[in-house]
């Protein structure tokens, strides 16, 4: 009999074209295996993944006691709704809490489900609360924010291609600089539910905020009784070199989204985390999700907060961080022209002249990394927290010969 051949690369990536919506560009890799810091396509081509699906995969694809946890509960169960209890449930949000010092969990599924739930509840907790006017209530943003695609959110993002043809938007948003603190302090008023932030913007390009301003938007919030929300779901969960990158300057938010690599890279699952004074406004019946906090999502959950309780991946992105900083930091007037960010996350600003975001992508791709651009002149780099010194030194030498010819 003659063997029937496997689909090829440019195969799959046709019936994607076919049959799937152009809401994306992918680099036109096939990836079939995961493991650790490594995937390999269907033609058996092995990639050092420099991406870790935007944070979602800190621990590397397939981390064994993710895996574990996830199989042990398919034996089980993995569906209860929230219309009754379940035994993993309970213990998630106590050891989610636990790790994070906050007190209440509300369980979600996507990044975005996150901050949504986070507007609610700000809202909601502006009229019970602090007494703003019914209808009223203003939450504060920071321009080139990205907090995800619903509708609402996509109302207050600066990003044209984000908002346009999808309005008409949902009002109560203002928009102010990032970083600019006079700014913001122009924007609160006495109807100011709360200020919407995330410590490190990841799509804006891994931008760090300047000294001190973290710590005034906390001041400006206690100062006119509005809310801190910090957006970590990029930024937290060991990505940055501390449990969440707010922990850098010693500040504390009401209220943290929470998301990505919650779920390991195997299930969706988000939290809202905070005071029990503020996601405790919320009764039954006035927010909720099927899938929110499902038996199978809190087992793997569960497992991830068990990995970052030890440190042991926070010092990792610490150690390996500062090596990676240092080493793109030599870059600089070689194709080079800003390095951004914190722990495993960087932001690779090409100097003019040299090949655009997307050149660069699939440039390194062809010599076996995956990275991906943001606005059209810088690399996102985030590799799992798992990748070695030496994996993630031969991820720096690719980027460096993609970029030397700026």
Not at 169 to 182: C, N, R
Request: with cysteine.
């Amino acid at each position: 009999m003659t063997a029937i051949a496997a689909p090829s690369t440019g195969q799959f990536i046709a019936l994607d074209e076919e049959w799937s919506t152009h809401n994306y560009h992918p680099l036109p890799v096939v990836i079939s295996h995961g493991e650790g810091a490594w995937v390999t396509d269907v033609e058996g081509r092995r990639y050092l993944d420099f991406l870790s699906g935007y944070s979602s995969l800190n621990f590397g694809h397939r981390h064994p006691e993710l895996v574990a946890a996830a199989v042990a509960q398919l034996g089980r169960v993995t569906l209860t709704s929230r219309a009754f209890h379940h035994d993993q449930f309970g213990p998630f949000c106590r050891e989610l809490a636990e790790l994070t010092g906050t007190e209440m969990v509300l369980a979600m599924n996507s990044g975005a489900e996150a901050v949504e739930s986070a507007i609610k509840v700000a809202r909601k907790w502006a009229y019970r609360v602090k007494g703003v006017p019914e209808g009223t209530a203003e939450i504060v943003v920071a321009g080139s924010n990205f907090h995800g695609r619903t509708t609402t959110i996509v109302s207050f993002s600066t990003d044209d291609t984000a908002r346009a043809d999808f309005g008409p938007f949902t009002p109560g948003f203002k928009v102010v600089p990032y970083g600019d603190l006079a700014a913001l302090a122009g924007a609160i008023t006495e109807r100011t539910a709360a200020v919407l932030i995330e410590p490190i913007q990841g799509e804006a390009g891994v931008v760090v905020p300047p000294s001190g301003y973290l710590a005034g938007v906390r001041g400006l919030c206690d100062e006119h009784n509005a809310l801190m929300i910090a957006d970590e779901i990029q930024s937290g969960l060991g990505r940055t070199g501390e449990l969440l990158a707010l922990d850098h300057e010693g500040v504390r938010a009401d209220l943290y989204t929470l998301g990505k690599a919650l779920g390991g890279g195997i299930v969706p699952v988000s939290a809202v985390v905070g005071s029990r004074a503020v996601l405790g406004v919320l009764r039954p019946g006035e927010h909720g999700s099927t899938f929110g906090g499902n038996p199978l999502a809190c087992a793997v959950g569960r497992a991830v907060v068990r990995l970052l309780a030890t440190g042991e991946f926070q010092q990792r992105s610490r150690e390996l961080g500062a090596h990676l900083h240092g080493r793109l930091g030599e870059l600089v007037g070689r194709g080079v022209a800003e390095v951004r960010g914190r722990g495993l996350w960087a932001g690779v600003e090409i100097a003019s002249g040299g090949p655009r975001g997307r050149q660069a992508s699939e440039a390194l791709a062809e010599r076996g990394v995956l990275c991906k651009e943001t606005h059209d002149t810088t690399l996102r780099v985030a590799p799992p927290l798992v990748i070695t010194r030496d994996e993630l030194d031969r991820g720096i030498d690719a980027i460096a010969q993609v970029v030397a010819s700026a």
